[in-house]
Nanobody, 119 residues
């Protein structure tokens, strides 16, 4: 079992920055990939950024060059630095962790943190 707790969301003006954090606890040694997803009102949840155990990263095109995902393995914390925020970045942001526990693939979600970007 893994517990994920996000923080750092809030209200910011367009062009501003926010840094999201996701603290992982529990059986974190089996975590493989971690990522940030977001869901805007009336839209499907989408992958924003992912970081693998190897350290490789991928981003959705719309945030490329503006967002940076990072992971502190020692503190079991995932970050998302969001710069040059746009109103279309407004959404609930969710932390995700996946891996294999007891031989089975599983994934875990945080409760979400709200990001609102005003124009």
């Amino acid at each position: 079992q893994v517990q994920l707790v996000e923080s750092g969301g809030g209200l910011v003006q367009a062009g501003g920055s926010l840094r999201l954090s996701c603290a992982a606890s529990g059986s974190t040694g089996s975590i493989s990939d971690m990522g940030w997803y977001r869901q805007a009102p009336g839209k499907q949840r989408e992958l924003v950024a992912i970081i693998r155990r190897s350290g490789s990263t991928n981003y959705v095109d719309s945030v490329m060059g503006r967002f940076t995902i990072s992971r502190d393995y020692g503190e079991n914390t995932l970050f998302l630095q969001m710069n040059s925020l746009k109103p279309e970045d407004t959404a609930d942001y969710y932390c995700n962790a996946n891996g294999h526990w007891s031989g089975y693939y599983q994934q875990y979600w945080g409760q979400g943190t709200q990001v609102t970007v005003s124009s």
